[in-house]
């Protein structure tokens, strides 16, 4: 078995905590007391074979802890947008056929490509953007993204989506890729972020030419961060591609100037997160 997979499944999490392991880009694994909830699982290379020999070659910089068959355990996995590194090709299905009971939340401009995958209707959630579910004891507030564009349809709604997903009494809030916007901060004070994780990979005119949608920077990240009062951040979208990554101390050092309480992960690895141990 799989050193990860076993470290998730003999974990204990007691009730009112979590368990959360880094897997990579915006990829994380919650272990709640009852449930595993995967998030924009990106467990292949196939960003990299794609690109392979083009400008745009999406080199990985580590490589997955895990294999896609490996994940036989999850309960739900949450996907933000339909791009390769947040709805793979070749682990979401995967995923889906070894963990026959876990469902999947998407936005709906993401539901035809579920569907191609073979994934029953019933295990597909699909959210449009300022809208709310309830699933197994988890309320699900889906918050519009930015991803340098909203495009937004009128009949499916906005196909990037930051989640809020609160469940075990913590809120926590999982940006996706995005930008910040007006009304992106106010939506967030409707509730209390006990725990943000954040996109720092920014924008720039290079990346713009090899048609990289942008994300927050660091300073609008941490920025953001202070201006939704979140109780801990966690920077994320960095360390995976080579071409498309962040300096993680530029995002320390501005954090540590505005005395923002955060955390970086490393790869692979896991915290113990409860309201208790704030």
């Not at 699933?135 to 991803?147: E, F, M, N, R, S």
Request: negative net charge; hydrophobic residues 35%; glycine residues 6%.
């Amino acid at each position: 078995m799989n050193r990860l997979i076993r470290e998730i499944d003999k974990a204990r999490v007691k009730p009112g905590s979590l368990r959360i392991w880094w897997i990579g880009q915006e990829g994380f694994v919650f272990k709640s007391a009852t449930q595993i909830i995967y998030i924009d699982p990106y467990l292949s290379t196939y960003a990299e074979r794609i690109t392979q020999g083009k400008p745009n070659e999406h080199v990985r910089i580590k490589p997955a802890p895990m294999k896609p068959e490996d994940v036989t355990h999850a309960d739900f996995v949450f996907c933000t947008h339909d791009h390769a590194d947040h709805i793979d090709p070749d682990s979401i299905p995967v995923i889906a056929t070894q963990s026959s009971a876990a469902r999947f939340v998407v936005p709906e401009c993401a539901h035809k490509t579920m569907r191609s995958f073979g994934i029953d209707e019933d295990r597909i959630h699909t959210m449009k953007g300022d809208d709310a579910l309830h699933l197994d004891g988890i309320q699900i507030y889906a918050v519009p993204a930015k991803h340098e564009e909203f495009d937004h349809d009128p009949q499916q709604g906005y196909p990037y989506l930051s989640y809020i997903i609160k469940i075990d009494g913590m809120t926590i809030f999982h940006a996706g890729d995005t930008i910040p916007y007006d009304g992106q901060v106010e939506r967030l004070k409707q509730h209390k972020i006990d725990l943000a994780f954040l996109p720092i990979n920014g924008r720039d005119g290079l990346r713009h030419t090899l048609d990289f949608e942008g994300n927050f920077t660091c300073e609008e990240a941490v920025q953001f961060a202070l201006n939704i009062n979140a109780g801990l951040t966690i920077p994320m979208h960095y360390d995976m591609f080579a071409i498309n990554t962040a300096d993680i101390n530029e995002f320390r050092r501005i954090a540590n100037e505005r005395n923002l309480r955060y955390l970086v992960m490393e790869h692979a690895t896991s915290i113990y997160f409860s309201l208790e141990g704030k």
